[in-house]
């Protein structure tokens, strides 16, 4: 297994725009994360997955931003209207069950987003 | 409300050196907390962890200590390479069920340049 993976590595859109990002895990951690990263600022937490549930979403994440993970395998994260307030690194991470002891997240290289 | 704070934006030191990255945080619910490594357009690396019930945890050139009183930790890389030359992030997160769980609280980093 190669780690987490991210589609695609960078997108230019157009404010109003739609654009939709793709993770895949690394295989068998069932709990999968988003985050966003602007310039010069730590990740901060988007929402996050156990198998397909959604079960935490941040106040970042307003109602133009939708994420699924249907067969609780990888996971698409969609803008709405982009704005270009939306340009940033967004970040996928995944975990094993609790269960394991570990408690570390593993991120993929990230989707550079810039809105013009 | 910065929860997690790393206070120096940059740091110098020479190779061979010891490198001492410091971190603080205000929400006395963290109980774990964590270290990243990030190179430019790439996704943060895992680093090492330690649990609140432990003051120190080591892993080869890394060494990680918490001072829970304080709410301090910090990581000491020796000896100190070039190719140690990255942002580094401190996290913290909590490991229990419920509302906020799991997800990672991130400082906003410290870029490391070890001059050979």
């Known amino acids: 297994d190669t780690g987490v993976s991210q589609d695609p590595r960078h997108k230019i859109t157009k404010r109003g725009q739609n654009v939709t990002f793709r993770c895949d895990p690394i295989?068998?951690?069932?709990?999968l994360y988003w985050y966003r990263q602007t310039l010069g600022q730590g990740p901060e937490f988007l929402t996050y997955f156990q198998n397909e549930a959604q079960l935490e979403k941040s106040r970042l994440l307003s109602d133009r931003f939708s994420a699924e993970r249907p067969k609780g395998s990888f996971s698409t994260l969609e803008i709405q209207r982009t704005e270009q307030g939306d340009s940033a690194m967004y970040l996928c991470?995944?975990?094993?069950?609790?269960?394991?002891?570990?408690?570390?997240?593993?991120f993929g290289p990230g989707t550079r987003l810039t809105v013009t | 409300d910065q929860q997690v704070k790393q206070n120096s934006p940059s740091l110098s030191v020479q190779e061979g050196r010891i490198s001492i990255l410091n971190c603080d945080y205000t929400n006395s619910m963290f109980d774990y907390f964590l270290w990243y490594k990030k190179y430019p357009a790439e996704g943060p690396t895992f680093l090492i962890s330690i649990s609140s019930i432990k003051d120190k945890n080591e892993d080869g050139r890394f060494t990680v200590f918490l001072n829970k009183s304080a709410k301090h930790l910090s990581l000491h890389i020796v000896p100190s390479q070039p190719g140690d030359s990255a942002v580094y992030f401190c996290?913290?997160?909590?490991?229990?069920?419920?509302?906020?769980?799991?997800?990672?609280?991130f400082g906003k980093g410290t870029k490391l340049s070890v001059i050979p």
């Open positions: 996290a913290a997160m909590r490991i229990y069920s419920g509302a906020g769980s799991y997800q990672l609280t």
């Open positions: 295989s068998e951690h069932n709990r």
């Open positions: 991470a995944s975990r094993e069950d609790y269960l394991a002891g570990t408690y570390e997240q593993y």
